[in-house]
């Protein structure tokens, strides 16, 4: 939504991997936590996933910001 309302310069390839960074983030921590906290894993096995994870949608929320501000001004 943000890409079609305030980014409106061609950048597609920014867009894709920015979406995928997000994505599979996501997938890592959700499932991971469902696995820590339910007891079938311990935490030891699941750092480094988790660390992958929040480290993908700490990315993807950096490069959106990124995206933001460097925004047309008028179309914000």
């Not at 950048?11 to 469902?34: C, D, F, T």
């Not at 480094?48 to 480290?55: H, Y």
């Amino acid at each position: 939504m943000i890409y079609r309302l305030w980014v409106t310069r061609g950048r597609k390839v920014v867009a894709v991997v920015q979406a995928a960074l997000r994505e599979v983030g996501a997938v890592l921590l959700g499932g991971s936590l469902m696995l820590l906290y339910g007891g079938v894993t311990p935490e030891p096995a699941l750092g480094p996933f988790l660390g992958v994870g929040a480290i993908s949608v700490l990315t993807a929320v950096v490069m959106i910001i990124i995206q933001m501000l460097g925004a047309d001004p008028a179309a914000r």
